[in-house]
C-alpha cells in the first residue's frame, strides 16, 4: 500500500513522529528518525505547515503539529469511532464469562474508563465511564505500561514520588512496576488483587494498533476471593481478555 502512495505514507509518518514527542524536533533529528534526505524532509514539512498540520517554531529552530492535526483529534474524539468498534466485543465477553467488563485507555501516567459493560447479578465498579485511575494500580494499565518501551515508562515514572496509591496497595518505586509488566509480558495479560478496590481482582489485555502503540485494554473485574483464588478460573479469564483484545486490534487494522 505504501508503494502505491510513498508521498502520502512519508506524512503519515512524520505526524505520527511527531505525536509520539513530547516536545516540537529540530528537522534533521526527524530527517534521521525518518531514513530521508534533508532535502526532502523540508519539502514535505513545508507542504504540512502549508495546509495547517505543522507549525515551524521559529526562534527554536523546531517543528511541532499545528491546529489542522488538532482537529483532526478532536473530531476523533466526537465520533468515538474506538468506543464503538470496542461495545459489541466487549458485551460479547460479558456473555461468555458472567463478569463485569470495561474498556480503558492510557492518558499519561492514567486509565480513563470509556465503556463499562455489568454483567446480572454482578456488584457496581468504581471503573464507571469517565472515571480516571492511576495506571499502574489497574490491569488495563499494566496492560498498556506494558506495551510501551522501557524509556516510556521511565518518563512515566521516573521515581517513587511519581506513584499514587489507593487502599496502600500497588507498586510503589520503579523497579517494583518494572517487575510487574516483565510478568504481564511473559503472561501476555497483566492482573491485579485489591489495587482499585477491596474484595476485587481484574485481568485485561492491551489492545495493540497498527503502530504497535497500545490504543486500550480490555478487563474483566471478579472476586478477589473464590474466583481469584482459583488459578485455573484467572487463567481462563485471561485468556478471554488477550482473545478479545486481538480480536479487537484486528478490527482496528482492517
Given at each position: 500500500?505504501?508503494?502505491?502512495?510513498?508521498?502520502?505514507?512519508?506524512?503519515?509518518?512524520?505526524?505520527?513522529?511527531?505525536?509520539?514527542?513530547?516536545?516540537?524536533?529540530?528537522?534533521?533529528?526527524?530527517?534521521?528518525?525518518?531514513g530521508m534526505p534533508r532535502s526532502s524532509t523540508y519539502h514535505l514539512l513545508k507542504v504540512l505547515i502549508e495546509h495547517g498540520y505543522v507549525v515551524h517554531l521559529a526562534e527554536e529552530r523546531r517543528y511541532g503539529l499545528g491546529v489542522a492535526a488538532h482537529e483532526l483529534g478532536s473530531a476523533y474524539t466526537r465520533q468515538a469511532p474506538l468506543q464503538r468498534i470496542a461495545r459489541p466485543v466487549l458485551n460479547r465477553l460479558v456473555d461468555a464469562t458472567g463478569v463485569n467488563g470495561h474498556f480503558a485507555a492510557l492518558h499519561g501516567a492514567d486509565v480513563v474508563y470509556l465503556i463499562e459493560e455489568r454483567a446480572p447479578r454482578r456488584p457496581p465498579l468504581?471503573?464507571?465511564?469517565?472515571?480516571?485511575?492511576?495506571?499502574?494500580?489497574?490491569?488495563?494499565?499494566?496492560?498498556?505500561?506494558?506495551?510501551?518501551?522501557?524509556?516510556?515508562?521511565?518518563?512515566?515514572y521516573p521515581n517513587a514520588e511519581a506513584f499514587v496509591l489507593r487502599h496502600d496497595a500497588?507498586?510503589?518505586?520503579?523497579?517494583?512496576?518494572?517487575?510487574?509488566?516483565?510478568?504481564?509480558?511473559?503472561?501476555?495479560?497483566?492482573?491485579?488483587?485489591?489495587?482499585?478496590?477491596?474484595?476485587?481482582?481484574?485481568?485485561?489485555?492491551?489492545?495493540?494498533?497498527?503502530?504497535?502503540?497500545?490504543?486500550?485494554?480490555?478487563?474483566?473485574?471478579?472476586?478477589?476471593?473464590?474466583?481469584?483464588?482459583?488459578p485455573d478460573r484467572v487463567r481462563w479469564l485471561g485468556k478471554q481478555v488477550v482473545q478479545a483484545a486481538g480480536g479487537l486490534a484486528e478490527r482496528l487494522r482492517s
Open positions: 500500500m505504501e508503494q502505491r502512495a510513498p508521498a502520502a505514507a512519508q506524512a503519515l509518518t512524520l505526524l505520527t513522529l511527531l505525536a509520539r514527542r513530547a516536545e516540537p524536533q529540530p528537522a534533521a533529528r526527524l530527517a534521521v528518525e525518518l468504581v471503573t464507571d465511564v469517565g472515571v480516571r485511575l492511576p495506571a499502574q494500580l489497574t490491569a488495563s494499565g499494566l496492560a498498556m505500561l506494558a506495551a510501551l518501551s522501557t524509556r516510556q515508562v521511565r518518563a512515566l500497588g507498586p510503589r518505586t520503579p523497579a517494583q512496576l518494572k517487575q510487574l509488566l516483565v510478568e504481564t509480558r511473559r503472561d501476555g495479560y497483566a492482573r491485579e488483587r485489591g489495587s482499585v478496590t477491596p474484595g476485587l481482582a481484574s485481568v485485561a489485555a492491551a489492545v495493540i494498533d497498527h503502530s504497535g502503540h497500545p490504543a486500550g485494554a480490555v478487563a474483566l473485574t471478579f472476586d478477589e476471593r473464590g474466583e481469584g483464588d482459583d
